[in-house]
């Protein structure tokens, strides 16, 4: 397949998807990935809402809009070997020549001086076509589908079992959860991948569907009693099961609560970082709650205020009769907080809990996606990791998880966490097998934000840090600016992703494996620098098992970290 047959007409809709095989349309690989990214972002398969250049997370887009979008694919195609393209929120600003070691493309999105970083003031600037909100992958064009957030989940979730259950996996267990968005999705199959038992509350009957299609949920019901039959069965069977639940979260979670039905451990996933679009209000169907919010908008956000702290409040009720509640990273406390729940920080979040030991070292969610669109590319690279890092037993166990449970959205990818080390290796290892055309064409690497060196997100990432710099957000800029100096083949650094306006500061980084020795040489360095500062801004925040790792031997020069006082 080539470009011409990228794009369809649906309706007077445009239907993209990225190109496939070994043909290009653009003047180097670097510029082909990153065209194919961008349009694999907008693949309906991948994307919540393409037409609107929607990918995930509230309102996270690839391009500010159609023209912008047109523009940057005509750059790419355009764009030299030795030239940056620029995209500022989105839009395409200009190409410079640079050097063929400089990235491809930089990409900034939503950043704003910081005194003016409230949703108010973003959002009509955005209304105005001035900026746009990239969330963390939607931006900077390496989301892969829900796949992307699954390892992450299926890890939080590993790691609850084992530090409050003392157990592997979650058998015998239930969770309460919402949203079955782009990332709340993944919740179901991470559940059932740990053996456990999950009810997933979602509003919109057409997200279940997604899942059930998509074979990220087992079963769905519109009613609770119907949710909780299903749910006892499974529990008492020992089978693993994941129901969705139609209905509104802020109603079902206190109307459990009342009932005194505690389940094991209780989180929520709806987009509730974006008050006004993320979170549908108790009484609202997605139809209903358009219409209200688009007549009267401010009333509109005080009716979601008020549903989000009655959920809230039911979590905290639900960790007082014994469930282990956390914050999965979409803001909630802070919206409930803002609706007058003084004590919403009662719920912890996930990334002190269960995630920081392994930013510690470096580790955090690398992927890799088959630019040729072929799936055995990525079927004969989880063989290779496997035969070469076989004593690694959770990533085996991982990849023969995801290779059994997962359908790929759009082009064929891969998600792992990896540490410090592990991904230099895992990265040459790729290279050398498009080299020896083991693989049939050059492969996409990366990883989210959501990273150990690079962001800064007090409510999510950087919560409760061990020095307390949690707002410190020197270290994604830094992030940046050193992968692009390494030879990634495209940066970015993006505001608010996850969290929402004025709540983080956050970096990414792509880069291609074509197989030559020049991008042999790109991803040692980007690959050892990349997680190589995620362990120097945990080192220097003073966790042992960073200073640690680095006293064991690193490729980089640190001032010492460790014994004496900083
Ligand atoms: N923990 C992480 O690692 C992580 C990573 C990425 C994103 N996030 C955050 O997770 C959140 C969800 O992301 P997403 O991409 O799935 O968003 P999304 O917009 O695709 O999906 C949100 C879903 O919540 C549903 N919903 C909204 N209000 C509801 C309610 N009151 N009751 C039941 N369902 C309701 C919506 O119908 C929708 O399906 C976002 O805030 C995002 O920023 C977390």
Redesign the pocket.
Known sequence: MGMEHSETKAEGKRVIHAPRGSQISCRGWGQEAAMRLLMNNLDPEVA?DPDNLIV???RGKAARNWKCYDEIVNMLQELYNDETLLIQSGKPVGAFKTTKYAPRVLIVNAQIVPKWATDDIFWDLEKRGLTMYGQ?TAGSWIYIGTQG?LQ?TYETLAAIGRKEFNQEGLGGKWVLS????????AQPLAITMNDGVGII????RS?IDRRINGKYLDTWTDSLDEALRLKDEALKDGKPLSIGLLG???TVYPELQKRGVVPDIVTD?????DINL???PEGYS?ETAEEFRNRDPDSYKKEVYK?IVKETKAIISFKGMGSNVFD????LRTRAQEGGLENAFDIPG?VPGYIRDLFAVGSGPFRWVALSGDPEDIYKIDEAIIENFGYDDHLVKWLKLAREKVKFQGLPARICYAGYGLREKIGLLINDMVKNRVISGPVAIGRDH?DTGSVASPYRETEGMLDGSDAIADWPILNALLNASSGATWVSVHHGG?TGIGNAIHAGFVMVADGTDEAAEKISRVLNADPGLGVIRHADAGYESSSSLIRKGVKFKTPYFGEQPK
Do not use: P
């Open positions: 919540k995930y997370g509230g963390m957030i992450g919402s949203g079955l968005g782009e990332m709340g999705g509350v979602e509003v919109d997200k509104n979260a802020a996933q709806t987009a509730a970082h993320g979170y549908i997605v549903s999965y990273g979409n803001n996930y959501h996850g």
